[in-house]
């Protein structure tokens, strides 16, 4: 945690007005971090959140960017530099997901998954090595999904995504060495989604070998583990419960954080 007065840097969060996202822009700049926090439609959310961090004492900006758009993402790390200045930390954690199978899905659905999840993390994180001056240092993380270590096929398109995802994470971790560390989160069910009762998300928990389920600040505090650990990169750190050491369920949907692209 950053010295009163003193800063770790700037921290880019997508998707950081709602959910998991509010909890890491907030919890992050509880710890000194200045914090850009990107929108898709949830301008309002978004504000609400930069003036908490104001009022801890820590700079804010708003971005807005839709990630199924090429050209809006391509804005969104010239826009935080232009209200923050040099950005030290990416989370990207926006993510979108949708119920496909192998027979279901469609091409829309598809590329819909893959632009969000898969290619707007990728291109923001070119963008963000980009700005990164030679000798510096910085981070990112991306938010993937314990599935991806046992992967099922009832939401076909949503689970590739993640698992290219976490590939990219690595071969990022490779191609941006040493100047930027990247890491990926696997959590497992953290928020209710997807019109989950509250006995419906509880039980999902109580069949995790811990009994047990993380929440967004167990997700928060893998956040600031690799945000503070300078000779880590290309990892995934699952944080579920030990939910990927369970037994293959073919119904079983995706456990995630729920959509976050808002």
Known sequence: MATAGSSP????????GKRVGRTFALGLADDGWDVAVHYN??????EEVAELIRAKGRR?????GDLGDPDAVATIIPQANAALGPLTALVNN?????????????????????????????????AFYAQVPEGGRAA????????????TPGYFSYTVSKLALWEATRMLAMALRPRVRVNGIGPGLTLPSGGQTQAEFE???VRTPLKIGPTPEDLLQAVRYFLAAPTVTGQMLAVN???????????????SMGSTLE
């Open 94 to 126: 926006a993510s979108v997901f949708e119920r496909d199978t192998a027979g279901s899905m469609t091409r829309q659905t598809w590329a819909f998954h893959m632009d969000i999840n898969l290619a707007a993390p990728v291109f923001l994180s070119q």
């Open 60 to 64: 804010a900006a708003t971005i807005g």
């Open 9 to 16: 840097g700037t921290v880019l969060v997508t998707g950081g």
């Open 203 to 205: 039980a999902e928990h």
């Open 41 to 46: 439609s949830s301008a309002g959310p978004a």
């Open 241 to 255: 419960g030990g939910g990927h050491l369970m037994a293959y369920r073919d119904a079983e949907g995706p456990d």
């Open 140 to 151: 990112i993380v991306n938010m993937l999904d314990h599935q991806v270590l046992r992967p």
